[in-house]
C-alpha cells in the first residue's frame, strides 16, 4: 500500500489484482500513454451527463467509459478534471460500460483519494511503464484501525492549558501521524470532554475564514481547560485527514469550484470525491488505546457520535459547539446544516 500510494503521487500505474493496468491520469508520467477505457467515479460521470446509461446510475460506484475514439492523455485529463470543463465544454459521446472487476475498482478509487489525487484512470493504457502490484486486499489490512498503535507521549503545556500531555500515535506503513492533546489530568470513572478535530492548514494555521475550524480548534481547547479546572479533563483527537478526508491540493480544487458557485458538497462532487472521507473508525481506536470507553462529545455533526458509536464509544452527552459565522463562510455552515444534518441555527 505505501508503495502503491507512492506510485500514483509519481505517476506511475498500478498492476491492480483483478483489474489490470491502471495508470492515474492527474499525475501520469507517460505522456505517450493512449487506452481505450477510462475508470472515473459515479460523480464525475454525472457531470459528464451519463447518469442517464445503466451503468452510470449507480450512486458513488466507479464507472468505466468509452469513447468513439481511443484517448490520449490530454483528453483524458480533460475528462477527470472538473476545472478544464469550461475550457473543453465539448467532450464526448462516451458510453458506460458494465465492469467486471467491482471490487478492484472501488479500491482503485480509495487509493486514489488516500493519494490525494483526481480518482481517474486510463484502463490497460499502452506505454504505461512498469506498474506497482497492488490488491483490494491489501487495502483492507492497511485500513484497518486495529493496526493503530501509541508511539509515543510527553508533557505539553499548550496556551489553553500548561497540564497537557501530547500522545502520538501512528501505523506501521502509513505516513500520517494522528495525534491526542489529554488536557487535565486522565482518570478512571469521568467521561471526557472529547473533540474530533480533522487538521485543516487553512484555518487551523493561516486564519482561513473560509471554514470555522480555526475558531472551533481554540474554542474546543478552551472548553477542555474550563473542563480540567473544574476537576474533569478534555481530549482533542487530531486527526490528519485534511479537508474532510481528500487531501490539501483536493481541498483547493474545491474551493476553486466554489468561487463558481458550487457549495461545498457540490464542489466535492464534481471532483469525483466523497463529501465525507474522514476515519472515525480510528478516532474510536484512538480513544482505545487511551483506555477511554465513555465520552462528552462536543460536536454539531450527529454523525459523528452514529460513527463512535457504532465503533464501540459510548457518548454519554453531545455537547454543542456551535460558534459565530462571517461573509465568507456563511454559505458553507448553511450547506452543513441544511445538506450535511449539523445541528446549527
Request: glycine residues 8%; negative net charge.
Amino acid at each position: 500500500m505505501a508503495q502503491a500510494i507512492d506510485a500514483l503521487r509519481h505517476g506511475w500505474p498500478l498492476a491492480m489484482e483483478g483489474a489490470g493496468i491502471l495508470l492515474p491520469i492527474e499525475t501520469a508520467m507517460a505522456r505517450e500513454a493512449t487506452c481505450g477505457h477510462l475508470l472515473i467515479s459515479a460523480a464525475r460521470a454525472t457531470t459528464l451527463k451519463l447518469a442517464n446509461q445503466r451503468d452510470a446510475a449507480v450512486p458513488h460506484a466507479p464507472v468505466m467509459i468509452r469513447g468513439a475514439e481511443p484517448f490520449d492523455l490530454d483528453l483524458a485529463v480533460a475528462v477527470a478534471d472538473p476545472a478544464l470543463d469550461l475550457a473543453n465544454p465539448l467532450k464526448g459521446p462516451f458510453k458506460a460500460e458494465p465492469i467486471a472487476w467491482q471490487e478492484a475498482a472501488e479500491a482503485a478509487m480509495e487509493l486514489a483519494r488516500i493519494a490525494g489525487i483526481l480518482p481517474a484512470f486510463m484502463i490497460a493504457p499502452d506505454h504505461a511503464g512498469e506498474a506497482q502490484p497492488v490488491s483490494p486486499g491489501d487495502l483492507a489490512q492497511w485500513s484497518d484501525p486495529d493496526r493503530l498503535r501509541i508511539a509515543t507521549r510527553a508533557k505539553l503545556p499548550v496556551t489553553a492549558d500548561d497540564d497537557s500531555e501530547l500522545v502520538v500515535f501512528r501505523k506501521p506503513d502509513d505516513m500520517r501521524e494522528h495525534c491526542a492533546l489529554v488536557i487535565g489530568r486522565q482518570m478512571g470513572g469521568k467521561a471526557p470532554l472529547v473533540r474530533l478535530h480533522s487538521e485543516c492548514l487553512t484555518g487551523d494555521i493561516l486564519g482561513s475564514l473560509k471554514c470555522d475550524c480555526g475558531p472551533q480548534l481554540d474554542a474546543a481547547l478552551a472548553a477542555m481547560a474550563e473542563e480540567a479546572a473544574q476537576g474533569g479533563y478534555g481530549v482533542l483527537l487530531y486527526m490528519r485527514q485534511e479537508g474532510r478526508g481528500i487531501g490539501l491540493i483536493n481541498k483547493m480544487r474545491a474551493y476553486r469550484l466554489q468561487d463558481q458557485g458550487f457549495d461545498t458538497i457540490e464542489a466535492n462532487e464534481r471532483l469525483g470525491l466523497p463529501d465525507e472521507a474522514r476515519d472515525f473508525a480510528t478516532a474510536a481506536r484512538m480513544l482505545d488505546l487511551l483506555g477511554i470507553g465513555e465520552i462528552r462529545l462536543l460536536t454539531n455533526n450527529t454523525k459523528k457520535v452514529v460513527a463512535l458509536e457504532t465503533h464501540g464509544i459510548s457518548i454519554r452527552e453531545r455537547v454543542a459547539h456551535e460558534l459565530p459565522s462571517n461573509p465568507h463562510n456563511r454559505r458553507y455552515l448553511a450547506t452543513k446544516r441544511d445538506r450535511a444534518g449539523h445541528l446549527l441555527t
